[in-house]
């Protein structure tokens, strides 16, 4: 079992943090193998922004993700940039209020997730990638839900731990809701 995920987006959502939480979840807390790289622009906000991450049952040999089972995209920019890129039978999770035109894809399963919306909802928009985090556990089941709780608590900055969590469960039960329908 090898999968690979890629987040992406613009710098400033949280597109890095959310590569390590998932990695950190899938190597400490799931006992399986993970690998996480990043890349971005030269800027430190509003830039092209990449983590990838590779999780396997076996021993990884290559770091880098080639044709991503998942991508979870916010922004344009990376959807025009990744979606024609993932594996066929892969799942696209997106925010379509930072994604407004969208591709007409084959062979992929997209799920819309409003996480910008949910997150100005709960008082703060940085926290969307969290809100995100919650939709790929609840839809891609990868890495498990409290797993993913756990990496999340341990690596969002100190006093921001329940927001984060809030953000994180109100994704996990909008990703549960568009399984259901």
């Given at each position: 079992m090898r999968v690979e995920v890629r987040f992406a987006g613009f710098g400033g959502q949280g597109i890095i943090k959310s590569g390590i939480i998932t990695a950190a979840a899938a190597c400490i807390y799931s006992g399986k193998n993970a690998v996480q790289t990043q890349s971005y622009g030269p800027e430190s906000r509003?830039?092209?922004?990449?983590?990838?991450?590779?999780?396997?049952?076996?021993?990884?040999?290559?770091?880098?993700?080639t044709s991503p089972d998942v991508l979870i995209v916010m922004s344009q920019h990376a959807y025009n940039e990744y979606a024609e890129k993932v594996t066929p039978g892969g799942t696209i999770i997106l925010d379509p209020d930072m994604i407004p035109h969208e591709k007409k894809l084959k062979n992929v399963k997209i799920f819309r997730?409003?996480?910008?919306?949910?997150?100005?909802?709960?008082?703060?928009?940085?926290?969307?990638?969290?809100?995100?985090?919650?939709?790929?556990?609840?839809?891609?089941?990868?890495?498990?839900?409290?797993?993913?709780?756990?990496?999340?608590?341990t690596n969002v900055p100190k006093g921001t731990e329940e927001l984060n969590l809030t953000a994180f469960e109100k994704g996990y039960q909008y990703g549960e809701k568009l399984l259901k329908s």
């Open positions: 509003g830039g092209a922004c990449k983590s990838e991450v590779v999780i396997s049952e076996e021993e990884i040999d290559f770091p880098k993700v997730v409003p996480a910008t919306k949910i997150a100005e909802e709960l008082g703060r928009k940085i926290i969307a990638n969290i809100v995100m985090l919650g939709a790929f556990s609840a839809v891609t089941r990868i890495v498990d839900k409290e797993s993913l709780k756990k990496s999340v608590k």
